[in-house]
Antibody, heavy 112, light 106 residues
């Protein structure tokens, strides 16, 4: 069974940093592209970043502030988030492949 | 690529046929998926590659289209289908979601 478990969310002040993790199990992690998707309170889904064999991709709103990475030896996906803004407040989900499977999400709140 | 999803909300009754449309700002071949999200839960993929049903998804769900216009159809709405639905294009990075369609009980 595919499992994706996000962690690392919490309350952070504007301008601060946070690193999210997504622990994967139940599949060969290194074989799959992985994605971070977020959802602000009461809003729709927004793709944040994708990591593929060919590179990394970011939404314009996070480019230059967020960095996606992975450690295939630990079956873990990461999202380093710097220079956080109030508008980054959201539930952050990790997803496998073409978003076939999702974690339960981790809440990031950016507020003073 | 921008995805324009319509309607943003609809009211329907159990047994109704429901159709949701996504229009892409440029051609995406058949690289489109549909997702269902219930309150407080992570999204669930229903369909990928425009019309391929995810394993375990009821056959009342179907997808069609190609190029720039795509449709999700629920042939006979069931009580468990009241939820919000999103399309996602994965033809070009960064992938983009439609704005969502909330299906509410009439």
């Amino acid at each position: 069974e595919v499992q994706l478990v996000e962690s690392g969310g919490g309350l952070v002040q504007p301008g601060g940093s946070l690193r999210l993790s997504c622990a994967a199990s139940g599949f060969t992690f290194s074989n799959f592209d992985m994605t971070w998707v977020r959802q602000s309170p009461g809003e729709g889904l927004q793709l944040v970043s994708t990591i593929t064999g060919g590179g990394t991709y970011y939404a314009d709103s996070v480019k230059g502030r967020f960095t996606i990475s992975r450690d295939d030896s630990k079956n873990t996906l990461y999202l380093q988030m710097n220079s956080l803004r109030a508008e980054d407040t959201a539930i952050y989900y990790c997803a496998r492949g073409w978003c076939a499977d999702w974690g339960q999400g981790t809440l990031v709140t950016v507020s003073s | 690529i921008q995805m324009t999803q319509s309607p943003s909300a609809l009211s329907a009754s159990v047994g109704d046929r429901v159709t949701i449309t996504c229009r892409a700002s440029q051609g995406i071949t058949n690289d489109l998926g549909w997702f269902q999200q219930k309150p407080g839960k992570a999204p669930k993929r229903l369909i990928h590659e425009t019309s391929t049903l995810q394993s375990g998804v009821p056959s009342r769900f179907s997808g069609s289209g190609s190029g720039t216009e795509f449709t999700l159809t629920i042939s006979s709405l069931q009580p468990e289908d009241f939820a919000t639905y999103y399309c996602l294009q994965y033809n070009n990075y960064p992938w983009t979601f439609g704005q969502g369609t909330k299906v509410e009980m009439k």
